[in-house]
């Protein structure tokens, strides 16, 4: 496989949460969305989405209740998701990406205790074959974007 250079310029990969704060019962939405920058169709999208420390070694804090979007599949296990998005993706087309998740009670609160809340995402494409057969790939995704960052205020 041979990755292909990005242009500083192109955005293909953008992400969002509906919410920053939430309080234990109440969910939010983290939406990964994939654009196709290149000049010809995706043809294998994946995703991924995984909570960051603290969330990702404290249980009782936070339950999955759901993922979708514009996907083939998509699975859960534990607080990680992992998503197909269906294809071919079109230059230009983009596809998204949702997971759902719910704020537990906490099991001991602490009056006023507030809990981050990060996540990492990761995106893995292919597009256009080179003349050896090889396809072409980009992938990545920053760690802990500020927009997937929040807060969970017991």
């Not at 070694?57 to 998503?83: M, P």
Request: net charge negative.
């Amino acid at each position: 496989m041979t990755t292909s250079p990005a242009s500083a310029a192109e955005r293909w990969d953008t992400y969002s949460a509906d919410r920053s704060t939430i309080r234990p019962g109440e969910t939010f939405t983290i939406t990964m969305t994939l654009t196709n920058s290149e000049t010809t169709d995706i043809s294998f999208a994946y995703e991924y989405v995984e909570p960051l420390w603290p969330l990702n070694t404290t249980t009782n804090r936070i339950t999955v209740t759901g993922c979708g979007g514009d996907v083939a599949d998509c699975t859960v296990s534990g607080l990680t998701a992992k998503f197909h998005p269906r294809v071919p993706i079109a230059p230009g087309d983009s596809r998204s990406v949702t997971l759902t998740v719910q704020a537990l009670p906490a099991s001991s609160p602490t009056p006023g205790e507030i809990v981050s809340t990060g996540w990492n995402p990761y995106i893995y494409y292919e597009y256009d074959r080179t003349p050896t057969g090889s396809f072409l790939y980009r992938h990545g995704g920053p760690f802990n974007p500020t927009e997937l960052q929040g807060r969970i205020l017991y």
